[in-house]
């Protein structure tokens, strides 16, 4: 099992900038693809970003050309750095990783909270 810690979230003005940073435990996370997920008040929580273990990367086509994921190994850390912040980003920020093609870890972490608001 991996543990997942969120952090670097804040309040933002529209147009701003953060750097989110995942520490992950477990000596085999390099193995892993991450992704970076985003919940909104309500039920629904949204993939916007993903890595592969070979560098790789997704995006969704809402933060696409503003958001750019990445990773260092030897930290096992992934990173979210989000430019152009409009309000609609605004949620709570998570991070997970699959350990099988198309599955992700059940436990999640306590997430970073994102608030962009003039």
């Known amino acids: 099992q991996v543990q997942f810690v969120e952090s670097g979230g804040g309040l933002v003005q529209p147009g701003g900038s953060l750097r989110l940073s995942c520490a992950a435990s477990g000596s085999i996370f390099s193995i892993y693809t991450v992704g970076w997920y985003r919940q909104a008040p309500g039920p629904q929580r949204e993939l916007v970003a993903v890595i592969s273990s070979g560098g790789s990367t997704r995006y969704a086509d809402s933060v696409k050309g503003r958001f750019t994921i990445s990773r260092d190994n030897a930290k096992n850390t992934v990173y979210l750095q989000m430019n152009s912040l409009e309000s609609e980003d605004t949620a709570v920020y998570y991070c997970?990783?699959?350990?099988?093609?198309?599955?992700?870890?059940?436990?999640w972490g306590q997430g970073t909270q994102v608030t962009v608001s003039s």
């Open positions: 997970n990783a699959q350990f099988s093609p198309g599955n992700w870890f059940a436990s």
